[in-house]
């Protein structure tokens, strides 16, 4: 079956740190990733999109890897602050699936300062 | 600019009753989508729309209808609400495009008693 897997486990980190959270995947073949910020009792904010020839994409202090081989994305940030704190979630488009993402559960991120 | 904009915020609702959560965007994305998102199970695609004039159904379409007779806005209906869909829907609109970004609502928290 297919599966988006990221860590449910929440993941704390000193501020001014590297935060790196990991979505993985099985039974897919996504033309390109997508990663959002969801803050509590909001709705999800788009940060960045990989495609799937792709092996990096930066914006300011945020960075995505994705490599289809070992099937998984990588998002970091870089000098982490407190208002990092926040879910992040990941999202695959299939080809075939036409207009559709399918979502990742999320890992809560807490930056401390 | 609004965006995406959801009404009711909260509703408590009977077992049995009908409810309409309201969605409408000012962006004229011609894609929009239903979510409802659940502790543990991430967001799951309800129904979406590519386009004004037709709807398909997503993961969990069961127990929920669509209509979208224009292009702004996107009613999503429960007929006969079921303690289970008990959770937090999310309304979006997607920009032009495969790789467009996803617009989200605030979200409608619903309980079902």
């Known amino acids: 079956s297919q599966k988006i897997e990221q860590n449910s486990e929440a993941l704390n980190i000193q501020e001014g740190k590297t935060a790196t959270l990991t979505c993985n995947y099985t039974?897919?073949?996504?033309?390109?990733l997508q990663w959002y910020r969801q803050d509590p009792g909001r709705g999800p904010v788009f940060l960045l999109l990989?495609?799937?020839?792709?092996k990096e994409k930066r914006k300011e202090r945020l960075k995505v890897t994705f490599d289809t081989t070992l099937k998984q994305s990588l998002f970091h940030i870089t000098a982490s602050q407190p208002a990092d704190s926040a879910t992040y979630l990941c999202?695959?488009?299939?080809?075939?699936?036409?207009?559709?993402?399918?979502f990742g559960g999320g890992t809560r991120l807490m930056v401390k300062p | 600019i609004a965006g995406i904009t959801q009404a009711p915020t909260s509703q408590i609702l009977a077992a049995g009753r009908r409810m309409t959560l309201r969605c409408t965007q000012d962006?004229?994305?011609?894609?929009m989508y239903w979510y409802r998102q659940d502790l543990g199970l991430g967001l799951r695609l309800i129904h979406y729309?590519?386009?004004?004039?037709?709807?398909g159904k997503g993961e969990v379409p069961d127990g929920y209808s669509v209509s979208r007779a224009n292009t702004d806005d996107f009613p999503l209906t429960l007929a006969s609400a079921v303690p289970s869909q008990t959770s937090v829907y999310f309304c979006?609109?997607?920009?032009?495009?495969?790789?467009?970004?996803?617009?989200f609502g605030e979200g409608s928290r619903l309980t079902v008693l």
């Open positions: 979006a609109s997607k920009t032009s495009g495969r790789a467009g970004e996803l617009f």
């Open positions: 039974n897919y073949s996504p033309a390109y």
């Open positions: 990989i495609r799937e020839n792709e």
């Open positions: 999202a695959l488009d299939e080809a075939w699936a036409g207009n559709m993402l399918t």
């Open positions: 962006m004229r994305h011609n894609a």
């Open positions: 729309s590519n386009t004004a004039g037709t709807t």
